[in-house]
T-cell receptor
Framework: AQTVTQSQPEMSVQEAETVTLSCTYD???????LFWYKQPPSRQMILVIR??????QNATENRFSVNFQKAAKSFSLKISDSQLGDAAMYFC????????????FGKGTHLIIQP | DTAVSQTPKYLVTQMGNDKSIKCEQN?????MYWYKQDSKKFLKIMFS???????INETVPNRFSPKSPDKAHLNLHINSLELGDSAVYFC????????????FGSGTRLTVV
């Protein structure tokens, strides 16, 4: 079974600074997808960024980028120019290539933005 | 238009009651899911339905029964509610051929008293 580990229960960053959230995963599959989801206090689950395992290039979405290290099974999220609206729980998630098993989530990192 | 909508958003009920949560998606996805988020915010999959067929069931008590009348709807029925069932339940959908992202509903906070 796949597992996803987020070792930082909580992170704090000053507004406008950069922060990196860590995620590692364990799998024996070669075809899979990785995701970061944001859950603000409204509890809505919002897709931040996704990465296909077969792609070597790291995904980027505006201020959000990932550092995907396939051999190390590491998938960290970097948030640049942090904004107050970035404050939320961030979940790292894994899905196998077939997708039928749904998402396996890490336990989440609570990100605090200091004004 | 809301892509994945679930109702109700809040549900407070007494132990022993039976309740249902409804979910509908208008994305044309072929697979729908139910996830449970516990009090520590941990999300775990409960059920997955692909084209109206159950394809996984993650050791959920049989008091929980998913029902899918068509591929756009996946309802969750819970019998004999227990205090430990209190949680947030999320519906989600995806396309198995293109798992580019799983779209979630806004969640249902279930409180059993």
């Amino acid at each position: 079974a796949q597992t996803v580990t987020q070792s930082q229960p909580e992170m704090s960053v000053q507004e406008a600074e950069t922060v990196t959230l860590s995620c590692t995963y364990d799998t024996s599959e070669s075809d899979y997808y990785l995701f970061w989801y944001k859950q603000p206090p409204s509890r809505q689950m919002i897709l931040v960024i996704r990465q296909e395992a077969y792609k070597q290039q790291n995904a980027t979405e505006n201020r959000f980028s990932v550092n995907f290290q396939k051999a190390a099974k590491s998938f960290s999220l970097k948030i640049s120019d942090s904004q107050l609206g970035d404050a939320a729980m961030y979940f790292c998630a894994y899905a196998s290539g077939g997708g039928a098993d749904g998402l396996t989530f890490g336990k989440g990192t609570h990100l605090i933005i200091q004004p | 238009d809301t892509a994945v909508s679930q109702t109700p958003k809040y549900l407070v009920t007494q132990m022993g009651n039976d309740k249902s949560i409804k979910c509908e998606q208008n994305l044309g996805h072929d697979t729908m899911y139910w996830y449970k988020q516990d009090s520590k915010k941990f999300l775990k999959i409960m059920f997955s339905y692909n084209n109206k067929e159950l394809i996984i069931n993650e050791t959920v008590p049989n008091r929980f029964s998913p029902k899918s009348p068509d591929k756009a709807h996946l309802n969750l029925h819970i019998n004999s509610l227990e205090l430990g069932d209190s949680a947030v339940y999320f519906c989600a959908s995806s396309d198995l051929d293109r798992p580019y992202g799983y779209t979630f509903g806004s969640g249902t906070r279930l409180t059993v008293v």
